[in-house]
């Protein structure tokens, strides 16, 4: 019913040194060259109590209209971004990219500021975080799930693992997993490859791009 041939294990993988050191090194070099970073406003999450408004900055790499649609034109850096997207593929048994981006969050001062909770597309999807920096803001999964739609305000999540950032650290999950991210404090920048994955190429399957379900499998996002 839903593009991936076989149905999404509740797991989470990480794996340290995805990339040999020499392509880890360029890429790193080019994404920290990389000029076409856009300034992305962020959402009130609360944290400790008070409201905030975070931001972050972000640069496209994969139109998210147009699966495998790289684009060239953002920097030399691409190319070996779509490299890296390749050997996830390759190495998870993954048909298509739908949407890749550069995230970049910042130290804004010595307080725990987490991001609002979220899943990437409305879509079925696997989801890989490629950390270009060490940082200690980490990726936060949590057990609830979620197909379509914003998070609820009044749900309480549980968290399900804390990964942290380092260079050359890929961790990959079902897209469906609600998720978010952190700022640094002892780090001045955290940045990474955010890209996700659909199991079949979208001219192979002829049902819906979308999740029909409002509603996670434990029943508690509603």
């Not at 409305?122 to 989801?127: F, P, W």
Request: glycine share 6%.
């Amino acid at each position: 019913m839903f593009p991936f041939t076989t149905s999404q294990k509740d797991e989470i993988t990480i794996l340290d040194n995805f990339l040999d050191e020499s392509e880890f090194q360029t890429l790193k070099e080019h994404i920290m060259d990389c000029n076409s970073w856009g300034f992305t406003k962020g959402i009130s999450v609360e944290s400790e109590g008070d409201p905030r408004i975070y931001y972050g900055f972000s640069s496209g790499v994969v139109d998210e209209d147009e699966p495998e649609e790289y684009l060239y034109d953002e920097g030399s850096h691409i190319s070996l971004i779509e490299n890296l997207n390749e050997k996830v593929k390759q190495r998870f048994n993954l048909a298509e990219v739908i949407r890749c981006r550069l995230d970049m969050t910042t130290y804004r001062g010595d307080i725990e500021i987490v991001f609002g909770p979220h899943i990437d597309c409305d879509r079925e999807h696997k989801t890989s975080i490629f950390y270009v920096t060490d940082s200690d803001a980490p990726t936060i999964i949590y057990n609830e799930k979620r197909f379509c739609g914003d998070i609820p305000k009044d749900v309480t999540l549980t968290e399900k693992q804390r990964v942290l950032p380092k260079e050359n650290r890929l961790v990959i999950f079902p897209g469906n997993h609600v998720h978010t991210g952190m700022c640094p404090i002892d780090y001045p920048v955290r940045i990474l490859v955010n890209t996700n994955y659909r199991g079949i190429k979208k001219k192979d399957y002829d049902g819906p791009l979308y999740a029909p379900w409002t509603k996670v499998e434990s029943g508690r996002l509603k």
